[in-house]
């Protein structure tokens, strides 16, 4: 497997602009979460799917941010406007029924 | 809500050195994981303990859970340079999430 594939590795863009973060998990794990990483506040829990239905959003920061998982092979995170405040390395990760988790490599955001 | 506490948040050390790294807990953990996360990658989990006073070993790296399970411990003996990383504890908030603590980032120096 080639573990879980996060796309693109890297995203500069400028404020207002809209941002969408692509995820394929591991083939057969039922849960997908999504997580922010900044040196100031750590890894911080966003969204979390479980068969592709959302559990858990109380992470996500404001209604500029929505996540959707269409299927049990995809997930975007997408944030519209975008701020400034908002560039940190976003990560995926998805496990298979309480098991432990298989992040991607991250996208690095950067909103200028 | 639990709060998960790292320390040190830094560690220096040099090669062949031995250390140790904490996360504690307010409240009794359900269970507790820790991931080393690389630079400019995901964490990757290093192991899971769930029993009260477990004891893990993964080569050169001991966990333990303590026995009220509200503490755990890594210890790395003989540090190596590729030991360097960000060394999170996580824990099963509630469903299936997790959440971490902020780290423990180590450097050993060749």
């Known amino acids: ?112 | 809500t639990q709060l998960l506490e790292q320390s040190p948040q830094f560690l220096s050390i040099q090669e062949g050195e031995n250390l140790t790294v904490y996360c504690n807990s307010s409240s009794v953990f359900s269970s507790l994981q820790w991931y080393r996360q690389e630079p400019g990658e995901g964490p990757v989990l290093l192991v899971t303990v769930v029993t009260g006073g477990e004891v893990k070993k993964l080569k050169r790296l001991t966990f333990q859970f303590g026995d009220a399970r509200k503490d755990s411990s890594l210890h790395i003996t003989a540090a190596q340079p590729g030991d360097t990383g960000l060394y999170l504890c996580a824990e099963r908030f509630g469903g299936d999430d997790m959440r971490f603590g902020a780290g423990t980032r180590l450097t050993v120096k060749p």
């Not at chain 1, 692509?22 to 890894?43: A, E, V």
């Not at chain 1, 940190?88 to 992040?103: E, L, N």
């Open chain 1, 1 to 112: 497997d080639a573990g879980v594939i996060q796309s693109p590795r890297h995203e500069v863009t400028e404020m207002g602009q809209e941002v969408t973060l692509r995820c394929k998990p591991i083939s057969g794990h039922n849960s997908l979460f999504w997580y922010r990483q900044t040196m100031m506040r750590g890894l911080e829990l966003l969204i979390y799917f479980n068969n592709n239905v959302p559990i858990d959003d109380s992470g996500m920061p404001e209604d500029r941010f929505s996540a959707k998982m269409p299927n049990a092979s995809f997930s975007t995170l997408k944030i519209q406007p975008s701020e400034p405040r908002d560039s940190a390395v976003y990560f995926c990760a998805s496990s298979f029924s309480g098991g432990g988790y298989t992040f991607g490599s991250g996208t690095r955001l950067t909103v200028v």
